[in-house]
């Protein structure tokens, strides 16, 4: 069965972006760009919210024709655009580069998309991601931590009332000081026995 990887990069301070949707302080350099690619490659589906999408479906489409762009830059390009896409909006209609729009998250149509065939689903955008938490949909966490502590910004992960336990899986330094850090979802046993 398919998992839902929640695959995010954030600021030492928990931030996604800054003020103003500012993503200048992302380190993202060649090795990181290529273990990004190496991983996004294999995956069946991007699950993005609508600003995840648009921001995506603004630059991405045709990168790999501008000249500055690095060689990792340029392979992500053509992974994004061949790759399957949902998109879950309340206001977009139609969206192009091979791109479903879904209005809401429903635990049970994700679960049948789990179970269809192919690689994992990777899951963007804090919004979104909150959807899926709280529906208990994510299965693994995939955050890539950044050496800035941007100080103010939307944090990745909102507040809610229930707990999430984790596994930690891996952990990977970079040699520009990111580090990942990977964590599987696990059941909220120990809450249960103590009620």
Same mark, same amino acid.
């Given at each position: 069965?398919?998992?839902?990887?929640?695959?995010?990069? /954030?600021?030492? @301070?928990?931030?996604? +972006?800054?003020?103003? $949707?500012?993503?200048?302080?992302?380190?993202? &350099?060649?090795? #990181?760009?290529?273990?990004?690619?190496?991983?996004?490659?294999?995956?069946?589906?991007?699950?993005?919210?609508?600003?995840?999408?648009?921001?995506?479906?603004?630059?991405?489409?045709?990168?790999?024709?501008?000249?500055?762009?690095?060689?990792?830059?340029?392979?992500?390009?053509?992974?994004?655009?061949?790759?399957?896409?949902?998109?879950?909006?309340?206001?977009?209609?139609?969206?192009?580069?091979?791109?479903? /729009?879904?209005? @809401?998250?429903?635990? +049970?149509?994700?679960? $049948?998309?789990?179970?269809?065939?192919?690689? &994992?689903?990777? #899951?963007?955008?804090?919004?979104?991601?909150?959807?899926?938490?709280?529906?208990?949909?994510?299965?693994?966490?995939?955050?890539?931590?950044?050496?800035?502590?941007?100080?103010?910004?939307?944090?990745?992960?909102?507040?809610?009332?229930?707990?999430?336990?984790?596994?930690?899986?891996?952990?990977?330094?970079?040699?520009?000081?990111?580090?990942?850090?990977?964590?599987?979802?696990?059941?909220?046993?120990?809450?249960?026995?103590?009620?």
């Amino acid at each position: 069965m398919r998992k839902v990887i929640l695959m995010m990069q /954030v600021s030492l @301070d928990g931030f996604m +972006e800054g003020p103003d $949707r500012d993503l200048s302080w992302h380190r993202v &350099d060649e090795e #990181l760009h290529s273990h990004f690619n190496e991983l996004l490659r294999t995956m069946g589906a991007f699950l993005d919210g609508r600003v995840t999408y648009e921001l995506m479906a603004g630059y991405w489409p045709t990168a790999d024709q501008d000249p500055s762009s690095s060689a990792p830059e340029a392979e992500f390009a053509g992974i994004w655009r061949d790759m399957p896409k949902i998109v879950y909006s309340r206001t977009l209609v139609t969206a192009d580069w091979n791109t479903e /729009v879904v209005r @809401d998250v429903v635990a +049970e149509d994700v679960a $049948r998309l789990k179970e269809q065939p192919g690689g &994992d689903l990777a #899951l963007g955008g804090a919004d979104l991601a909150a959807a899926f938490r709280r529906l208990g949909l994510i299965d693994e966490y995939r955050i890539y931590v950044h050496p800035v502590l941007v100080g103010r910004g939307k944090p990745l992960f909102q507040q809610m009332e229930d707990m999430t336990p984790l596994r930690l899986l891996e952990t990977r330094t970079f040699g520009n000081g990111v580090v990942l850090l990977r964590y599987a979802a696990e059941p909220d046993t120990g809450q249960a026995e103590g009620r």
